[in-house]
């Protein structure tokens, strides 16, 4: 009896020690580098001046370091007007506008890879074409002696496994934020001093024009849904311009290449900014100080917004969305620091509010597939 007993207590041993090592977690994997895990947020800085800036929010929202970049290398900034970020595997891209370059960066640890500035001339955004090349879109000279627009804006093909510039294509003036889609690029037409009005539709590999859409005056957001059908916000000409003209919204459906939905807006109200969130397949855009929510669906713009700005945040400078939560930034009065406002979309209520550096104007995530 007691051999059986004992028996039967060395099994029922085994088999809990068998069903605790297939219990047992794995480990998890450490991450990547220093900003593996939380928020990206770039700070444009003033123009003419060498202070644009990177912070970093930590993934809960609690924590913020400022000047991630000039930390990591020996105070080295960006240089002047950070107009944009991009991302491609482990490098982090910084488009300076003012100072004619792109700075890259490791993207976990911001050390320092190199500059890209031949080519490079007032460059505004990125966007991935295939797994070799980006565009980028750049203004070039911009203006001449007499503040005149100069007319030799242009795309360049980005070769990212050299960082180098690879080809060039003269484009119609002001080319800004860009979307790829089935093949194709589509990028916002919006002009600098004088505006234009269109998204040019083109097929990167051969560089050739496939059509224009008629969009309303500076159309300089772009932002892409869950279908792939591409949003275009056009702000209008402001009234400063003596010639104000009213904001648009419009779906492109790629398949057509034509706006399946048109969405106008009073002659002296200009919308900035585009957000999607492929939660609740609601796409946010900024109006006099508000934050508005429209869906496809939608037959008519909204009238209610879901979020007034007004106590929180002075000067709306960017927007953005990632996992329930909306980020406005915040240029305050261009002069000191700007910060970053989040919201939840469950209730829209304000859930954190860091200070980041000089008029920031572009958030992003940050996390590997840990």
């Known amino acids: 009896m007691k051999t059986q ?3 039967k207590l060395l099994f029922s041993a085994a088999m809990v020690a068998l069903l605790a090592g297939r219990c047992k977690q794995p480990k998890p994997i450490p991450p990547k580098g220093d900003y593996d895990g939380g928020y990206f947020v770039l700070n444009e800085g003033q123009f003419m001046h060498d202070n644009a800036s990177v912070s970093f929010l930590s993934e809960d929202l609690q924590q913020v370091e400022n000047d991630v970049y ?15 970020m991009f991302v491609n595997g482990d490098k982090i891209y910084f488009l300076v506008n003012n100072s004619d370059r792109v700075v890259v960066a490791g993207r976990w640890d911001m050390k320092h890879k190199g500059i890209m500035n031949s080519y490079v001339k007032a460059p505004r955004y990125m966007v991935k074409v295939s797994d070799r ?16 627009d100069v007319e030799d804006d242009y795309l360049a093909w980005v070769d990212l496994e050299n960082d180098v510039v690879s080809d060039t ?9 860009m979307i790829y889609q089935n093949s194709k690029l589509y990028v916002g037409i919006a002009g600098v001093s004088q505006s234009r009005n269109k998204v040019l539709v083109l097929d990167p590999v051969s560089k050739q024009t496939i059509t224009e859409i008629s969009t309303g005056d500076r159309p300089k957001f772009l932002a892409k849904d869950s279908d792939g059908r591409i949003w275009v916000l056009s702000t209008g000409n402001a009234a400063w311009t003596g010639n104000e003209t009213a904001g648009k919204l419009q779906i492109i459906d790629p398949a057509t290449d034509t706006a399946v939905k048109e969405f106008n807006f009073q002659t002296t109200q200009h919308p900035e900014y585009l957000a999607y969130n492929a939660d609740n397949h609601k796409m946010y855009f900024i109006l006099d100080g508000k934050v508005y929510a429209i869906s496809f669906n939608d037959s008519a713009l909204p009238t209610t917004p879901v979020v007034d700005l007004s106590g929180d945040v002075t000067k ?8 329930g939560k909306l980020f406005v930034t915040d240029a305050v009065d261009y002069q000191t620091a ?3 406002v989040v919201y939840d979309t469950q209730n829209y209520h304000k859930v954190a509010e860091l200070n980041v550096g000089l008029l920031p104007n572009s958030v992003r995530f940050n996390r590997s597939d840990r």
């Open 338 to 340: 700007g910060k970053t």
């Open 133 to 148: 090349y980006a565009v980028m879109s750049n203004w070039g000279e911009v203006f001449d002696s007499n503040w005149n």
């Open 169 to 177: 294509l003269h484009v119609d003036l002001g080319p800004n934020q």
């Open 316 to 323: 709306p400078y960017g927007l953005y969305y990632h996992d």
């Open 70 to 84: 000039a930390n990591v290398n020996d105070n080295q900034t960006l240089g002047d007007i950070a107009q944009s």
């Open 5 to 7: 007993h004992f028996k």
